[in-house]
């Protein structure tokens, strides 16, 4: 069983003008349907992501954030850039795109094409329910977990040859394994595997507290560097700086305190570390395109199953 050549697996249906979405199908795969979904998105704007029942999803979001809500738990689903998240249908929920560009590939097949893999998230379940994390929706960021497997998507879309789809069922397999197995990640701050023990030390310690006061002085004592080499070293090492690597824990942290829990923005700003409520409100705009009152905003309108 596939699904047809005109029957797009996600239903996204967004306040704006649908001429803008470009939608492509990659042609060639029995089991599987291969999407790529882009769009520029003027302001930010709300909208619902539904997928049909027997039908599951697997998609790659690189660019543009999304947040959903389910109406049976209220919980929010956060799909920041640079992730990757997976739907097991009948599911709709309430949503909002972000500002920007959207780019998404979807990797989408009905649960009778994959029976191991479908009986294996049933076998899930219960576990689940009895941990009160039963969910049909899953997300996690693609860095670190997620690097080789995307590479591993990309060649074979590129490679077009017979074993392109086994490669894409080794990615399907493997993603949805890895995200439906713990809780969701809203990561915004990532980091290289393989960091020498001090800066690992250091970025753990700034994750486990990012409101604290992280002075330069503070953060290169702590990794046994002068606050000059330090700056150079972490940046080389993480890709960005140190203060920016707080900026993003910061906001992590603040994002979580907005959705789950009805703490004043203001409030959130000062307990997440930003001091103000216009520091955390561009660190959100920057990070994700939204603002922080737009994490509250989402209307529960939709019917969802199990999410």
């Not at 097991?88 to 998404?104: D, I, Y």
């Not at 197995?181 to 701050?189: I, P």
């Not at 203001?266 to 395109?289: I, M």
Request: glycine share 8%; with cysteine.
């Amino acid at each position: 069983m596939r699904l047809t050549p005109n029957e797009s697996a996600l239903d996204l249906s967004f306040d704006c003008d649908p001429s803008g979405v470009k939608r492509t199908e990659f042609p060639g795969l029995s089991y599987l349907k291969l999407e790529a979904f882009s769009v520029s998105v003027p302001k930010s704007t709300g909208g619902s992501i539904g997928v049909a029942s027997g039908v599951n999803v697997l998609g790659v979001n690189m660019d543009g954030a999304i947040i959903a809500r389910s109406t049976s738990s209220s919980r929010v689903i956060i799909v920041p850039p640079r992730s990757m998240f997976f739907i097991k249908g009948f599911v709709r929920l309430s949503a909002l795109a972000a500002k920007g560009e959207h780019r998404l590939q979807t990797l989408s097949w009905h649960s009778a094409s994959l029976p191991s893999l479908d009986q294996w998230l049933q076998t899930l379940a219960p576990g689940r329910n009895t941990k009160g994390m039963s969910r049909n929706v899953g997300c996690k960021p693609i860095d670190p977990d997620f690097v080789e497997t995307i590479k591993r998507f990309e060649e074979a879309k590129l490679e077009r040859t017979e074993i392109t789809e086994p490669l894409l069922l080794s990615v399907v397999y493997e993603s949805v394994g890895r995200i439906m197995v713990g809780s969701d990640e809203m990561q915004l701050s990532p980091l290289p595997r393989g960091l020498p023990e001090p800066i690992t030390k250091l970025t753990e310690a700034v994750r486990k507290k990012p409101n604290g006061n992280w002075s330069l002085k503070e953060a290169s004592d702590m990794a046994s560097y002068s606050p000059f080499h330090f700056s150079r070293v972490f940046k080389q090492m993480v890709g960005y700086g140190f203060h920016e690597y707080v900026d993003r824990c910061r906001t992590e942290l603040a994002v979580n305190m907005l959705v789950t829990s009805d703490i004043a923005v203001d409030n959130v700003a000062t307990n997440s570390g930003f001091g103000t409520t216009q520091g955390l409100r561009e660190s959100v705009r920057d990070y994700l395109g939204l603002v922080p009152s737009e994490f509250r905003s989402l209307p529960e309108v939709y019917e969802t199953s199990g999410v």
